[in-house]
Structures are given as structure tokens and as C-alpha cells.
């Protein structure tokens, strides 16, 4: 589902993005893409903590494979997806947390 949503947010970009889902090692699925950098999204300090700890380890297991850290705008800091699930399940207002698109996908899976 995180992927149709994905897919849906980025489709007017084209074919200039791809959007794949994988279920190895992420630097697994690097190798397989032959990717060089892998970007990731920080929201606050223990997302760093986290990060700081598996990048240590995606070195060890390739050390050609850069990881480079992007901050969230503090806009976003405080969006975390388990939270926009809860707010919905009762019933609250998530529009300014998710797309239009997001939101109604978010809403539609709640009532399941």
C-alpha cells in the first residue's frame, strides 16, 4: 500500500522516478540497481541515532556505497505514519498531515 501511494504521489514526474518495492538488505537491493548513494530522511535525533547505527553497518557490508541523510522540513518533523493511522482510526482530520490522495487511501484503509 506504501507503494501505491508512492507511486500515485510521484506519477507526475514521469518516468524520471521509479518507485520499487524490495524485501533483502537494502544494500542488496543497491547492488542489484548498482546504485552508489542511498538517501535517507531524518525527522529528529533518535532517527539519527537509528541511521547512524545501520549505516555503520551498510559500510562494513560496502564500503563503495555512500549514504547521504536529508532533514525533514520542521514542518514535518512530527509526521509519523503510525500517527496519521491512529488520528484517522478516530476518525480525525488528517489533510494537512497527507496528500488529498494519501488521505483518502489512509481513510479507506481504517474502514477495513
Same mark, same amino acid.
Given at each position: @500500500?506504501?507503494?501505491?501511494?508512492?507511486?500515485?504521489?510521484?506519477?507526475?514526474?514521469?518516468?524520471?522516478?521509479?518507485?520499487?518495492?524490495?524485501?533483502?538488505?537494502?544494500?542488496?537491493?543497491?547492488?542489484?540497481?548498482?546504485? #552508489?548513494?542511498?538517501?535517507? #530522511?531524518?525527522?529528529?535525533?533518535?532517527?539519527?541515532?537509528?541511521?547512524? @547505527?545501520?549505516?555503520?553497518?551498510?559500510?562494513?557490508?560496502?564500503?563503495?556505497?555512500?549514504?547521504?541523510?536529508?532533514?525533514?522540513?520542521?514542518?514535518? @518533523?512530527?509526521?509519523?505514519?503510525?500517527?496519521?493511522?491512529?488520528?484517522?482510526?478516530?476518525?480525525?482530520?488528517?489533510?494537512?498531515?497527507?496528500?488529498?490522495?494519501?488521505?483518502?487511501?489512509?481513510?479507506?484503509?481504517?474502514?477495513?
Amino acid at each position: @500500500q506504501r507503494v501505491e501511494m508512492v507511486r500515485a504521489e510521484v506519477a507526475h514526474l514521469g518516468d524520471r522516478v521509479e518507485v520499487r518495492a524490495f524485501s533483502s538488505l537494502l544494500m542488496h537491493f543497491a547492488e542489484e540497481l548498482d546504485a #552508489g548513494i542511498i538517501v535517507r #530522511g531524518l525527522r529528529a535525533v533518535a532517527d539519527f541515532e537509528y541511521e547512524f @547505527q545501520m549505516t555503520a553497518m551498510n559500510q562494513r557490508l560496502n564500503a563503495d556505497i555512500e549514504t547521504v541523510f536529508l532533514m525533514a522540513d520542521p514542518r514535518h @518533523q512530527a509526521i509519523a505514519s503510525r500517527l496519521v493511522k491512529e488520528i484517522a482510526r478516530l476518525d480525525g482530520a488528517i489533510d494537512s498531515f497527507v496528500s488529498p490522495a494519501v488521505a483518502e487511501m489512509v481513510r479507506a484503509r481504517v474502514k477495513e
